[in-house]
């Protein structure tokens, strides 16, 4: 399981069902095993709870980043299966920046801007370490004002998979009415 939270709430409930089915009947190791591990898990998501993480956009030169080429080469498999028309040949007009978690590169976002205020995503793709929508909501949700340079407007992505679909449903992207395959998100103004 990627996402540590939700990995620990699992564990959470599980400790606390376990330490009453001890008490319950009467075993007393189980309950008090189970005791610790629901204090050990309580801990673990204060601590979780308390971490801020910062975060920041890295762009990058789509042309000669040899780390973003090998990035994309060892997400190869990955970044194919959320995003199946994504080639790192066709990316003459695109830019791209790297987001990064903790000054570590944990998500790749490839786009095209157009003169229409219409941002086009070709990838957005974390890590699975990371993935648990903290990177997406800075993207999407905070006051990120990177793409303000584009006089951009709008977020356009077309999700060839079923994931992608959720995710981007998810992060507020809407179906487009006339085009139910591209999805849209309006890109908030902050200045």
Same mark, same amino acid.
């Given at each position: 399981?990627?996402?540590?939270?939700?990995?620990?709430?699992?564990?959470?409930? !599980?400790? %606390?069902?376990?330490?009453?089915? !001890?008490?319950?009947?009467?075993?007393? &190791?189980?309950?008090?095993?189970?005791?610790?591990? $629901?204090?050990?898990?309580? #801990?673990?998501?204060?601590?979780? @709870? =308390?971490?801020?993480?910062?975060?920041?956009?890295? &762009?990058?030169?789509?042309?000669?980043?040899?780390?973003?080429?090998?990035?994309?080469?060892?997400?190869?498999?990955?970044?194919?299966?959320?995003?199946? +028309?994504?080639?790192? +040949?066709?990316?003459? $007009? *695109?830019?791209?920046?790297? %987001?990064?978690?903790?000054?570590?590169?944990? !998500?790749?976002?490839?786009?095209? &801007?157009?003169?229409?205020?219409?941002?086009?995503?070709?990838?957005?793709?974390?890590?699975? *370490? #990371? =993935?648990?929508?903290?990177? @997406?909501?800075?993207?999407?949700?905070?006051?990120?004002?990177?793409?303000?340079?584009?006089?951009?407007?709008?977020?356009?992505? $077309?999700?060839?998979?079923? *994931?992608?679909?959720? #995710?981007?449903?998810?992060?507020?992207? $809407?179906?487009?009415?006339?085009?139910?395959?591209?999805?849209?998100?309006?890109?908030?103004?902050?200045?």
């Amino acid at each position: 399981m990627s996402n540590i939270w939700r990995l620990r709430w699992i564990n959470l409930a !599980g400790s %606390i069902l376990f330490m009453i089915y !001890g008490l319950f009947l009467g075993l007393v &190791p189980v309950a008090v095993v189970n005791a610790f591990i $629901t204090l050990v898990n309580l #801990y673990y998501l204060r601590q979780l @709870a =308390r971490n801020k993480d910062y975060f920041s956009l890295l &762009p990058v030169d789509v042309h000669n980043s040899r780390f973003m080429q090998k990035f994309i080469t060892f997400h190869k498999r990955e970044i194919k299966r959320f995003f199946p +028309e994504f080639t790192p +040949e066709n990316l003459e $007009t *695109s830019e791209a920046v790297f %987001i990064l978690r903790n000054m570590i590169p944990v !998500g790749l976002f490839v786009f095209h &801007p157009h003169d229409n205020g219409e941002i086009h995503i070709d990838l957005d793709y974390v890590i699975p *370490s #990371y =993935r648990d929508l903290k990177n @997406a909501h800075f993207m999407f949700h905070s006051d990120n004002t990177y793409f303000e340079q584009y006089h951009a407007s709008v977020f356009l992505l $077309t999700p060839r998979s079923r *994931s992608v679909r959720s #995710y981007a449903e998810r992060m507020g992207f $809407t179906a487009d009415p006339d085009n139910p395959k591209q999805y849209h998100r309006m890109i908030p103004k902050y200045s």
